[in-house]
């Protein structure tokens, strides 16, 4: 791999980490060093950062929210 490439993932710690753990990626770039966008966009989608995860994760948190406080209602007008 470039050493151009290898700096700049010392930068990156979390995407030196998804490297660690995809080591495809190693042939990758090496194939072409370029690509990293590609990689990138693999990361977030690994590590679940994309858009669509952070909405899924805050709606599961609101739904979360929701049934707490329907259950301390509930307990409450039981009493």
Same mark, same amino acid.
Do not use: C
């Given at each position: #791999?470039? $050493?151009? @490439?290898?700096?700049?993932? %010392?930068?990156?710690? %979390?995407?030196? %980490? /998804? @490297?660690? %753990?995809?080591?495809?990626? !190693? =042939? *990758?770039? $090496? =194939?072409?060093? !370029? ?5 990138? @966009? &693999? ?5 679940? *950062?994309? @858009?669509?995860? *952070?909405?899924? *994760? /805050?709606?599961?948190?609101?739904? #979360? &929210?929701?049934? #707490?406080?329907?259950? /301390?209602?509930? #307990?409450? $007008?039981?009493?």
């Amino acid at each position: #791999m470039r $050493s151009e @490439i290898m700096e700049y993932l %010392e930068g990156q710690k %979390e995407l030196k %980490e /998804f @490297i660690r %753990e995809q080591p495809f990626w !190693y =042939r *990758k770039l $090496s =194939r072409n060093p !370029y690509d990293l966008q590609s990689l990138q @966009i &693999a990361s977030l989608h690994y590590y679940k *950062k994309t @858009i669509p995860h *952070k909405v899924e *994760k /805050f709606s599961n948190s609101v739904q #979360m &929210a929701s049934m #707490m406080l329907n259950m /301390f209602q509930s #307990m409450n $007008s039981q009493q």
